[in-house]
């Protein structure tokens, strides 16, 4: 694991920005997340709404991804390339991830949308990756390691009858869009590096109804599915390590007070 980058107030108050578009911009397309609509129609949005803010997506054209977010309905984990063949269907839970670049610092979250009237069963895994965020976030703070964060979200998921992606995880954003470190979603307990303030990094604990396993279409060497079509779920947030404890970079709603 290479260097973990300390950011100074000025990058800060830049990752800071970046990341409240990012936020601002899943608050905005809620209003256009019904049945009918295709996950291309709302990438369109998502992308005049981040140009609209004098910024740009992160994901168009990083390492060849064709679109401006990911969407993923159901069993897709992540990466989903939005289309305008996909369209949403009553009972839907899809995930939207958005990455900003804004005055050349990243801001990255995600969240599920529920298409109408869901599942009891997609209900609770949301309801479930939603608490495994919630608790890993209460693990941010100076002097904590990283593989704490890793370990309250495996214990509670699979307390819960879940299982947790290991093939994909955080990491440190802000002056570019992956940076050290890896932030494992399952992990042992107080193993990893420390956490130290000025670090920026997500978590985004993606959980399954099923096997922790996932498969990369070949057709597009992105989409990544459930190895056994159940669904999955995801939550994201950038985080500050704080002097005392936390700041939820990307929380517009107000849910985390700053520690």
């Known amino acids: 694991?290479?260097?973990?980058?300390?950011k100074n107030s000025e990058q800060i108050a830049g990752i800071r920005a970046s990341s409240r578009l990012a936020a601002s911009t899943l608050e905005y397309i809620a209003e256009f997340v019904r049945p009918g609509v295709s996950t291309g129609f709302l990438d369109q949005k998502i992308e005049e709404y981040i140009l609209e803010h004098g910024a740009v997506p992160a994901t168009k054209g990083?390492?060849?991804?064709?679109k401006s977010s990911c969407i993923s309905p159901n069993e897709i984990v992540c990466h989903g390339i939005p289309s305008e063949k996909t369209i949403l269907k009553e009972g839907d839970i899809i995930n939207i991830d958005v990455t900003t670049i804004l005055n050349g610092y990243y801001g990255d979250t995600s969240r599920m949308f529920a298409i109408g009237e869901i599942s009891e069963r997609a209900r609770r895994l949301m309801e479930t990756t939603k608490h495994c965020?919630?608790?890993?976030i209460e693990q941010v703070k100076p002097g904590n390691?990283?593989?704490?964060i890793g370990f309250v979200i495996s214990r509670y998921a699979r307390a819960k009858g879940y299982s947790v992606v290991y093939e994909f995880c955080g990491h440190?954003?802000?002056l570019n869009f992956h940076e050290e470190p890896q932030v494992d979603h399952t992990s042992r307990r107080n193993?990893?590096?420390?956490?130290?303030?000025g670090m920026t990094f997500t978590i985004e604990p993606m959980i399954?109804?099923?096997r922790p396993g996932t498969r990369i279409d070949k057709a597009d060497g992105w989409t990544a599915r459930t190895v056994d079509n159940r669904l999955s779920a995801q939550f994201e947030h950038t985080v500050l390590v704080t002097p005392t404890g936390v700041e939820v970079l990307t929380d517009v709603r107000n849910e985390y007070p700053i520690s």
């Open 145 to 148: 390691q990283f593989g704490n």
């Open 172 to 174: 440190g954003v802000g």
């Open 1 to 6: 694991m290479g260097n973990i980058i300390i």
């Open 62 to 66: 990083y390492n060849g991804f064709p």
């Open 133 to 136: 965020l919630d608790l890993a």
């Open 191 to 197: 193993t990893g590096p420390v956490m130290q303030p």
């Open 208 to 210: 399954n109804e099923g």
